[in-house]
């Protein structure tokens, strides 16, 4: 078995996300092996994405099952014997059982399209928008019971334009988010991004804000 560190990606849509660890990885800016891609929907282009790279990939229909902790208990023990270190969602559209997530908790991170504690949930490009926000920004947090509440570890940001619309300002982003989350992932499977005591460290001290990605693609103190 390979000596890199073990990741498994959960996803619900088309996968760009999980495209860009793909590349990054490919690039040589990521030293991990993905040992398998998760969906809820098995129709989900993540899927696809993953079977083209030869790697594993599991689909589970919630309507199999009697309740969501059921679904979620099942999902994460796969997750676990598919021998993961770290879990990535990178799209996974459902709210986790906290029973469930619990034994991830500091292994597992989310990316999410704004700039938290702003914005949790569904919509957030216009949530941005209606509040005339000056600017908005994807977040990668710690995945805790709290849906998007986690401890937030990196944030790029992006200036809203006039004229931006709810499509356009997504578009914008994501170019963004693609590179956000190689970035945070290789820090943390790194260890320069630890989770001690409940909290993030960045270089072995307590993090005191979130990382901020620059122009040069780097994670920073700002």
Same mark, same amino acid.
């Given at each position: 078995?390979?000596? +890199? ?6 996803? /619900? ?22 040992v ?11 899927? %696809? ?13 919630? #309507?199999?099952?009697?309740?969501? !902790?059921? *679904? ?9 014997? /598919? ?8 799209? *996974? ?9 619990a034994?991830?908790?500091? #292994? ?5 399209? +704004? &700039? ?10 216009? !949530?941005? &928008? ?7 920004g994807?977040?990668?947090? *710690?995945v ?11 944030q ?18 994501? @170019?963004?988010?693609? %590179? ?9 499977? +790194?260890?320069?991004?630890?989770? !001690? ?11 005191? %804000? @979130? ?6 693609g780097?994670? +920073? &103190?700002?």
């Amino acid at each position: 078995m390979s000596s +890199s560190p073990r990741i498994a990606v959960l996803a /619900s849509g088309r996968g760009s996300n999980l495209a860009a660890l793909l590349a990054a990885r490919e690039r040589g800016e990521l030293p991990v092996d993905f040992v398998l891609v998760a969906s809820d929907r098995a129709n989900a282009g993540a899927l %696809r994405l993953a079977e083209a790279a030869n790697i594993p990939t599991l689909a589970l229909d919630p #309507r199999s099952y009697p309740d969501r !902790r059921g *679904f979620d208990m099942d999902l994460f023990a796969r997750l676990a014997a /598919s021998g993961a270190e770290w879990l990535v969602l990178a799209g *996974f559209m459902r709210i986790l059982d906290g029973t469930a997530l619990a034994p991830w908790v500091g #292994r597992m991170i989310n990316i999410h399209p +704004s &700039l938290l504690p702003k914005y949790r949930g569904l919509h957030t490009h216009r !949530r941005a &928008l209606e509040a005339n926000d000056p600017e908005h920004g994807a977040s990668v947090h *710690f995945v805790t019971a709290e849906l998007d509440g986690g401890p937030v570890i990196a944030q790029a940001r992006l200036p809203i334009e006039a004229g931006d619309d709810e499509q356009q300002l997504a578009q914008r982003l994501l @170019p963004l988010e693609h %590179r956000l989350l190689p970035a945070a992932l290789s820090l943390l499977v +790194s260890n320069q991004l630890q989770w !001690r005591n409940g909290a993030p460290h960045f270089n072995g001290q307590p993090l005191p %804000r @979130p990382l901020t990605l620059g122009a040069d693609g780097v994670l +920073s &103190l700002k």
